[in-house]
């Protein structure tokens, strides 16, 4: 689709800014971190990193609203973005409606469902890539999460001992599943029990810069180049968190496994369709078990 760029596209006062984009990003759909958000950076679990573009005229800054949460953020321009695809005007003009309406009244969940088919929508239409994976891995640790740990952040939490809680969240852009630790000390039980639920892939220990510091492990993936590989390793990562519950968590991982299996897993990737000509791979060796952590 062509967008003719508007002559309001960029005021007088952006005249100075190098690199200014001259083409109005309104009506695309752009995919997003923490460093973009001028408010307070989001990471609640109901985002998702992708957001449709309400009002971005200006170099500086733009309105949108997350695809996920149906959330109004504005994000900082002077960092890249990622521009994954454009709307129509009439898909542009509901959204708009939908968010005047739930700022005027009582939310009835219309702008969130409409907000996140549209999300679908450009993923299906865009198709796997090195530029959609960390949106798509960001969709399949977030319905793990929904199942394991349900909270406003997405992450889970499992509780080591004495009270002390590691927090365990997956870095999309590396593609490695990241346990935050309360110290800066090693935790040889966790080592451990990495390495056993985690067998076959690379452990590493984070060194915090000083012993204030917190510290932590890292679980590292490599990069999946399918849409079926990212959801093969989504199982992975389920089962190994599962293992790790099971030996610090056991009657909460208990509870768990009644809920599943009562409401069923949240299997939101399998609602995207895969390529039919897309070539799939199966695994005709394992990895050598990682037997230390590095």
Known sequence: ????????????????????CELPLTRAVV???DVHEL???????QDIGLALVLEGRYAASAEVVDLGSGTLKTLDLSHELVVLDWVYEP?????????RRAAEGEPDGELERFCFQVALQV??????????RPSLLRLGFRDLCRDLDMHEGTSVRVRLDQGRLARIHLDYEADALVFATPTARREPLLEQVLTTA??????RRRVP???????GYEVRFALPHTLGELQDQMHRIRRGLVRVLERFEPARLEGLETLVSTFGRRETLARLRQDPAEPRTEVLMEAAPVATVH
């Open 1 to 20: 689709m062509n967008v003719q760029p508007s002559h309001e596209s960029r005021p007088q006062a952006m005249a100075d800014v190098p690199g200014a």
């Open 31 to 33: 995919q997003y971190r």
């Open 39 to 45: 408010d307070a950076p989001g990471g609640r679990i």
């Open 91 to 99: 898909t542009l003009e509901h959204a708009a409606a939908l968010v």
């Open 123 to 132: 993923l299906e239409r865009v198709g796997f890539s090195s530029l959609t």
């Open 198 to 203: 985690f067998a076959g892939q690379e452990v």
């Open 209 to 215: 810069a000083s012993e204030a510091a917190s510290g």
